[in-house]
């Protein structure tokens, strides 16, 4: 079975670019996010470029790179804010 993906929807979760204001503010590259998040750098930058959905796994394992609850991401998300 496919992972669950938000994508960009009418009421889909999905603002790739909260999530690079996350990374930045806590001063990682897209590298040493890649690293920490354990996926690919291009992964990282069509997530955050919302040309591609994260994974619901995904999101999970952003927040704990980024020390966050899954549930700030969505939140975030959801309201469209950013860090």
Known sequence: MAPK????QAGALQ???ALLELRLS???TKDEAAA????HVK???HIEQETRGASE?????IAAAYGV???EITRREAA???A
Do not use: D, E, Q, T
């Open 15 to 17: 603002n790739g670019r």
């Open 43 to 45: 992964a990282l930058h």
């Open 57 to 61: 796994a995904m999101l999970f394992r």
């Open 26 to 28: 806590r001063s990682l």
């Open 80 to 82: 469209g804010a950013v």
């Open 36 to 39: 920490m998040i354990g996926c």
């Open 5 to 8: 993906r938000w994508v960009r």
């Open 69 to 71: 609850n899954p549930l």
